[in-house]
């Protein structure tokens, strides 16, 4: 059996970058949360996406979860969210005891449909937050979404946690919203081994969500707490890493697109394959690399065939308003999500595929289809 072809692992720099900085931190034994990585990372991070604060976190979901704390997101308030996304997505809305309404994509983006969002501000007009997805480093139709938004007056808070190094319109995706959120999970573009990060040009906000996330402690000599807080800082070590990461972001970047363009021009000749939409408006990191099956042929056929011979792949997202968690919960479109799922699956996009590599799954896909 070849060796195993795996989806999207970790990737350390060839330069070390990343043992550089962790080294300086075990050095100084700064190794505990907070510490010089930390507050460099948030600095790196703003500089490279242009925006002007940011809270380094223990993982997106953290993020997502302080971006809806931050906007006011309390019991029984409702909050939009993309139904085609991962469910960390979705989940910090019920940590607040608020109530989601998911939104369907449309063809176009794969991401949430402006229509759609339009036609459920119609429906529910006292609506407090809307999350949207860049999912698989796709960026959104973010200029007719921002504009919603700021027409019902409703904080936008932006899903990067795949899109970090994608741009919509020369801008960085997670830079539209009033909050945006990267994940540094070790599947992602670049990782921490498990992270995340909230940006927002608003400093009293973010000053706000550090404190939240070290616990709300108040500035006493003894352990004063006035509010409940989260143990959601990212540690120093992990910061390290993320620093080194950054580093190579753009190389990774290159590669994913790299990836996506073999495939494309691999496969272009197979009848019933359709590749993941890439918009002229748009600049895709293409974290995952994904196509729709038609004419018939089966997702979870090429699945099982392509794990016979130690490939990795993976189905869409299932769309959150067919999650069984989430089955009471409102969805508006016309189900242009769960065909997506559906008819889609995700293709090895490690950034470590050698050609050989890539050659021998395009193969394997072509055997499958024949």
Known sequence: MSEKILLSSPHMSEEGYEQKFVKEAFDTNWVAPLGKNVTEFENEVSDYVGIRHAAALSSGTAAIHMALKAAGVKQGDVVFCQSLTFSATANPIIYQDAVPVFIDSNKETWNMDPNALEEAFTKYPEVKAVIVV??????????????????????????????????????????????????FNGNKIITTSGGGMLVSNNKDKIDKVKFWATQSRENARHYEHKEVGYNYRMSNISAGIGRGQLRVLEDRVNKKNYIFNFYKDKLQDIDGIEFMPINEWNSPNCWLSCLILKNGNSPLKLIEDLERVNIETRPIWKPMHLQPVFSKYDFVGKGISETIFQMGLCLPSDTKLTDNELARICDAIKLSLS
Not at 146 to 167: F, P, R, W, Y
């Open 134 to 183: 860049h999912l698989y480093g796709l960026s959104a139709e973010l200029e007719e979404i921002v504009d919603i938004c700021k027409k019902h007056n409703v904080t936008l808070i932006e899903d990067a946690a795949e899109s970090l190094g994608t741009k919509y319109k020369g801008k960085y995706t997670g830079t539209f919203g009033d909050y945006g959120v990267y994940s």
